[in-house]
């Protein structure tokens, strides 16, 4: 069974810096690139950056130059180090393999406010 489990987020002001952590199973860190996805209230899903299984990398406008995307391939989790947050970086964070697969983590709320 897939399982995807994200953590680290909260509260946060502007300027401020979190670190996102997803542990992923085993069956879709070994084959799949990964992906961080963000949904802010009232907009779609979107890909926010992504990281291939020898580690090539993406990143959204909206994250190049603030956020980094690494994983750790033997504890099978994604991180994303967000620094420099806005307001509109508000949002839920989810991982998921890259191109998303259909099952989805709980996520974990940013909220970037001051």
């Known amino acids: 069974q897939v399982q995807l489990v994200e953590s680290g987020g909260g509260l946060v002001q502007p300027g401020g810096s979190l670190r996102l952590f997803c542990t992923v199973s085993?069956?879709?860190?070994?084959?799949?690139?990964m992906g961080w996805y963000r949904q802010a209230p009232g907009k779609q899903r979107e890909l926010v950056a992504s990281i291939s299984f020898d580690s090539i990398i993406y990143y959204a406008d909206s994250a190049k130059g603030r956020f980094i995307i690494a994983r750790d391939k033997a504890k099978n989790t994604v991180y994303l180090q967000m620094n420099s947050l806005k307001p509109e970086d508000t949002a839920v964070y989810y991982c998921?393999?890259?191109?998303?697969?259909?099952?989805w983590g709980q996520g974990t709320q940013v909220t970037v406010s001051s």
């Open positions: 998921n393999s890259f191109p998303a697969g259909s099952n």
């Open positions: 085993v069956s879709i860190f070994s084959n799949y690139a």
